[in-house]
């Protein structure tokens, strides 16, 4: 088995900076040459990184959209790559910039665009996990074995991720970032306040509107509670009155003690022990908070450990973390690669436990979820499988689904099935023996999915061996 | 406190030994009334402890650390000592496995097993279990009885020759071929191939050679043999599959493919049997087997 490269691409759109990295996934056959291959991503290289530009906007809600291709084709022709040899990737569009009224409209033309590839418009849970792992926080929580959270601060929010090991195990997300107030650089005036800010300069009665001339002192006590409600969500002191308005999705569900932490996101540069100078040097609030950060609770109580990029760590994540192969023995049939953008329909463990008509009804149950107003869209049937299936087993299985997949099946969609166990092969091929001749399927095994979860299938690598694969986590805890 | 310890563990030594003798005693009286009345005074099954969870550790200064280094591994880690020894626990345990290892070696494949499925009875030129390990010569080889015996119960040039033997764990065949044997047939369909298990040979007291002889009696293009392999601590249940494309007796090892660690803590045999499948249809395709075989491949890449 000779080595392989995935070339993927990363693009992020953020509340403040637009990016974009190409990275070369290396993938190898760890097993020895006369064993069944075990193959997996090796290395991981950011082959090139775009410049960083302010997101353009044509006003307060809407992208523009062809400032951000122009900027994509550029950065293609510097890094002397051909849009054609872009495997997989992610465009994500993250904090603020997610809501404008255009942000769908802008990802999805940037898809097609940037690359034939798979696109994530991501939810706060899946930028979290993504900026985790670009900072490196995963890598630290392993390498140290304990908790580690990721505070990933840029322009409009801060996404938390809490990681145990390689393992995600919590995200949170809130309104809190750099450029909720920004400053004109030449007169020091406000000329931009964020709606939660309003909200906040109401309710504490300070006198701060556009056009006001801003100072540390007076942005002092916004600044406090920002902070303060930074502190609360690594469990840190008391509960602000404020913790609640400025949650975006939701804070982390668990509450264990944390002792690690890493910064990412644009204020993650910003974290100076001492004022600078120029304290409105970038427009905005970042090196205000960053600096009441760097003094705050967080560095007295909890580990602070490097992190491997900061304002960048969205972007490599989208590059470089979201892809991932699929088990080493599964089966397909050709041509209906790649797939994108499937819903996760996952097996209950007990489901799955029944006899055929059983395990049919259930799958013929829950794929009428995915009904909406009689239009049935494809949908992925994910199963836990078993760890040393018997052959009857893997028949049950087949049997099961395609009996209960008929809706599908008569719809001619593609039957694409994901178990968790090492057992995709033999159900395959037991698949490929009651399905209608030529009948097209894809059955890879070793990703875990949960429903909720969107995935995207690229076409296969390594000989044939591996699918790559990116799951799209939208939903979490 | 150790030596309160100390004269607990004798103590408790030395009431299990009693109770096993007047089990075994009494046992020989009246079989009936002792399961009944005894029944919750049965040791625990020692061998039922999942190695990878069991940490005898007494004050670790980081219990999760190494719960989660030993999830990576069979290995007996963390199973603290007594002196200068290990535990008692922890000797028990290796003895039992190791005696496990050795009775898949010493046993018989249950001649049940591959009579039900409809597989031809051979045997090799050994006529004991000994006379097996300490001639591996005579494992590869068959009496021309026994050659007359394959030739005419096995269809003559077949695409594909099954071979199943007990090799040195009769228990990896009795765990895994009941399973693997419809998982190559199922998959063998996927490329419009197939055999009969009628046409399977069964080989007692057999060496992974024994399939070059086969090779050259029934004149097969491939010749899958399925065997137990040489048990160790961890599993008693490991079967490989030696597959050969047109093997001849005293050719080169180079020209035989692999999978081996097919076991329920390894490859599963079903999973297994679904990749031999695709690996029969290769060398059928590619004619060649072994170190052939990845040289056509890394070539047409």
Known sequence: MENNTILSVGIDLGTSTTQLVLSRLTIKNFASAFSVPRINISKKEVIYKSDIIFTPLLNQQTIDAAVIKKFVTQQYEKAGINKTAIQMGAVIITGETARKDNANAVTEALSGYAGDFVVATAGPDLESIIAGKGAGTNITSKDKHQLAVNLDIGGGTSNLVVFDGLDVIDTACFDIGGRLIKVEKKTGKINYIAPKIEKLITELKLDISYGTTASPQLLAPIIQILVQVLENSVGIGTKSPYYDMLVANHGLHLNPNIPLVTFSGGVADCLNENLPTDIFKYGDIGLLLGYALRNSQIYRDKQVATSLETIRATVVGAGSHTTDVSGSTISFTQGILPLRNLPILKMARQDEQGDTAELAEQITKKIKWYQVENELHNVVLAFNGLKNPKFSDIQRYAEGITIGAKTLIEKQEPLIIIVHEDMAKALGHSLYAQLPPKYPFVCIDSVKVENGDYIDLGEPVADNSVLPVIVKTLIFG | ?301
């Open chain 2, 1 to 301: 406190m150790d030596e309160q310890e100390l004269k607990n563990m004798v103590k408790n030594i030395l009431t299990e030994m009693t109770n096993q003798e007047k089990n075994t005693e009494s046992q020989s009286k009246d079989s009936e009334s002792i399961t009944n009345e005894d029944s919750d005074q049965v040791l625990d099954d020692i061998t039922k402890i999942d190695l990878r969870k069991q940490f005898l550790v007494p004050h670790p200064h980081d219990r999760e650390g190494y719960l989660k280094m030993k999830s990576f591994t069979p290995a007996r880690l963390g199973m603290w000592r007594s002196g200068t020894r290990y535990k008692t626990a922890s000797v028990l345990r290796f003895r039992a496995d190791h005696a496990a290892a050795q009775d898949a070696v010493f046993s018989d494949v249950d001649p049940k097993l591959p009579k039900s499925m409809g597989f031809i009875m051979t045997q090799t030129t050994c006529q004991t279990k000994d006379e097996y390990i300490t001639r591996p010569d005579r494992g590869r080889k068959f009496t021309d009885e026994m050659v007359s015996k394959i030739r005419s119960h096995t269809q003559k040039h077949p695409k594909i020759q099954m071979i199943v033997g007990d090799g040195l764990s009769s228990a990896a065949i009795e765990a895994n071929v009941r399973e693997i044997i419809p998982a190559i047939k199922q998959g063998l369909k996927v490329y419009g191939l197939d055999f009969d298990e009628s046409n399977v040979i069964f080989v007692k007291y057999c060496r992974v050679g024994a399939e070059d002889h086969i090779g050259e009696i029934t004149d097969a293009d491939v010749v899958c043999l399925l065997v137990g392999e040489r048990p160790g601590l961890v599993t008693a249940k490991s079967m490989s599959a030696y597959i050969a494309y047109r093997p001849t007796r005293g050719m080169p090892e180079a020209r035989r493919t692999v999978v081996s660690n097919i076991h329920d803590g390894g490859l599963p045999a079903v999973e297994a049997g679904a990749y031999i499948a695709e690996l029969l249809d290769k060398m059928l395709r590619l004619k060649k087997s072994g170190i052939d075989l990845k040289t056509v491949d890394n070539e047409t890449k």
